[in-house]
Antibody, heavy 119, light 111 residues
Framework: QVHLEQSGAEVKKTGASAEVSCKAA????????MHWVRQAPGQGLEWMGV????????TYAQKFQDSITMTTDTSTKTIYLQLRTLKSADTAMYYC????????????WGQGTLVTVSS | SYVLTQAPSVSVAPGQTARITCGGD??????VHWYQQRPGLAPVLVVN???ERPSGISERFSGSNSGNTATLTITRVEGGDEADYYC??????????????FGGGTKLTVL
């Protein structure tokens, strides 16, 4: 059974960094692309970027080019999202999601990780 | 950058048909996916590639896509359908790099 388990909620100070993880189970991890999607409180979904789970190749949305890093660990079937130089506007729920190919649908999602940034 | 436009809200009585639209430049040439997000939960794929229904999704959900508008149709609406609905496309235009785009979302209210 496909399952994406994300790490727990985090509270960070402005200017700090945060790392969110997403552990995959129930499918061939290296055969898929994995995405991160942000949702600010009361707002819509915002695509952040994608990582090839096997090769680690990434493509980031232009808005996040300078503030995030996505990595993959095939040995533990886990992807990571590093958020740098956090601002209050980065307070949001962060979701990981799986797609079949870079153009494919997001067929499974993690439960979300809330990152709260305050001064 | 490529923009998807959704109405902020749609209201419908139980048992009626809800139509949620997603506008975009020549969106008919792209594959559109639709997600349902109930309060406090992660999004769930309800229609992919314009009209295909994932396993486990009710046949009351259907989709179409032509010209500049894609549409998610929910027939015999139930209270449990009350949620936010998002359309999504993949854009590979050179000016957009290779990106995924979500519409702003439509809140479906069941009266």
């Amino acid at each position: 059974q496909v399952h994406l388990e994300q790490s727990g909620a985090e509270v960070k100070k402005t200017g700090a960094s945060a790392e969110v993880s997403c552990k995959a189970a129930g499918f061939t991890f290296s055969a898929y692309f994995m995405h991160w999607v942000r949702q600010a409180p009361g707002q819509g979904l915002e695509w952040m970027g994608v990582i090839n789970a096997r090769t680690g190749r990434t493509t980031y949305a232009q808005k996040f080019q300078d503030s995030i890093t996505m990595t993959t660990d095939t040995s533990t079937k886990t992807i990571y999202l590093q958020l740098r130089t956090l601002k209050s506007a980065d307070t949001a729920m962060y979701y990981c999601a799986r797609s079949t190919g870079t153009a494919g649908r997001f067929d499974y999602w993690g439960q979300g990780t809330l990152v709260t940034v305050s001064s | 950058s490529y923009v998807l436009t959704q109405a902020p809200s749609v209201s419908v009585a139980p048992g009626q048909t809800a139509r949620i639209t997603c506008g975009g430049d020549n969106i008919g040439s792209k594959g559109v996916h639709w997600y349902q997000q109930r309060p406090g939960l992660a999004p769930v794929l309800v229609v992919n590639d314009d009209y295909e229904r994932p396993s486990g999704i009710s046949e009351r959900f259907s989709g179409s896509n032509s010209g500049n508008t894609a549409t998610l149709t929910i027939t015999r609406v139930e209270g449990g359908d009350e949620a936010d609905y998002y359309c999504q496309v993949w854009s590979d235009k050179s000016s957009d790099h290779m990106i995924w785009v979500f519409g702003g979302g439509t809140k479906l209210t069941v009266l």
